[in-house]
Nanobody, 117 residues
Framework: QVQLVESGGGLVQAGGSLRLSCAAS????????MSWYRQAPGEHNELVAT???????NYADSAKGRFIISRDNAKNTVTLEMKSLKPEDTAVYFC???????????WGQGTQVTVSS
């Protein structure tokens, strides 16, 4: 079993930066593809960024050029660096760990990011 705990959310002005972290328990972190999702009020869950076990990354168009996802397998953590934040980035951000397309799938409890204009 893996538990994911996010931290680092908060209130920031437009144009500012935040760093979200997700700490994973357990011993299988290194085999998980890790992602950050977000959900704004009244909106569907949106995939923001993904990093594979090998370190390959993918980003939503809305995140490209502004967000960077990284992982540290030694520390069982995944990080989302966000800069040039916009009010439309306001959402609850969730950490997800996935193995083999959902054979194993874990979610954190979410952390609120609020960007004021």
């Amino acid at each position: 079993q893996v538990q994911l705990v996010e931290s680092g959310g908060g209130l920031v002005q437009a144009g500012g930066s935040l760093r979200l972290s997700c700490a994973a328990s357990g011993s299988i972190f290194s085999i998980l593809t890790m992602s950050w999702y977000r959900q704004a009020p009244g909106e569907h869950n949106e995939l923001v960024a993904t990093i594979t076990t090998g370190g390959s990354t993918n980003y939503a168009d809305s995140a490209k050029g502004r967000f960077i996802i990284s992982r540290d397998n030694a520390k069982n953590t995944v990080t989302l660096e966000m800069k040039s934040l916009k009010p439309e980035d306001t959402a609850v951000y969730f950490c997800n760990g996935n193995y083999l397309g959902g054979k194993l799938n874990y979610w954190g409890q979410g952390t609120q990011v609020t960007v004021s204009s």
